[in-house]
């Protein structure tokens, strides 16, 4: 009797960590944005979205944040990411698809990461990238903010693709882009025009 309560405990056990997995990878609905939600803070949130959209270049300018140096080349609205890899499988939600040139303009090598750039919204939510929407849809040549290809050597330039997760009625979308000292965190900001 004991054993059998031993061994359900343990199928328990592991019952309850893989349904955390799938739950954490989304496999139960839609992944909800990152970001806080409407709350009695949002007037400030408006207020700092303001002075984003003040500041923002459009798409197709170059700027400078830190030790890089941006371009957005384009960005749309998409309602589903589609893998490049084997099984296909496209996955239907609201997404935002943002293409860059990214420039190392220092003396050393610089790495870039998922925190280097962001979406904000017009109520000021704020967007980050995720790897399971990302790794397995873009091309691993454009995928740079998720794979060795963010290592950039003084002077080099590459262009990358990164897919956002945003709410179906987000609007007034503004990209930060950041440069990788974490102590410093200059950002300059892109007005991608929906």
Not at 18 to 45: H, I, R
Not at 84 to 109: A, G, Q
């Amino acid at each position: 009797m004991r054993n059998a309560a031993g061994m359900l405990g343990i199928i328990g056990l592991f019952a309850a960590i893989a349904l955390g997995m799938l739950a954490t990878f989304g496999f139960f609905g839609p992944k909800a944005p990152v970001g806080a939600s409407v709350s009695a803070g949002q007037e400030a949130k408006t207020e700092v979205t303001n002075r984003r959209a003040e500041q923002a270049a459009s798409v197709g300018a170059t700027v400078k944040a830190g030790d890089l140096s941006w371009t957005v080349t384009d960005a749309y609205p998409k309602d589903a990411v589609s893998k490049y890899t084997f099984p296909p499988e496209t996955i239907r939600d609201s997404f935002v698809r943002l293409n860059f040139t990214v420039e190392n303009v220092s003396d050393r090598p610089v790495t870039l990461t998922d925190e280097t750039i962001a979406l904000y919204d017009a109520a000021g939510t704020e967007y980050l990238p995720e790897a399971d929407r990302n790794s397995s849809f873009v091309l691993p040549k454009y995928n740079i903010l998720f794979n060795e290809l963010g290592l950039l050597q003084p002077g080099e330039t590459r262009e990358g693709k990164v897919n956002f997760g945003v709410l179906p009625d987000a609007e007034g979308l503004i990209a930060r882009l950041g440069d990788t000292d974490p102590i410093v965190r200059e950002e300059k900001y892109v007005d991608l025009g929906f």
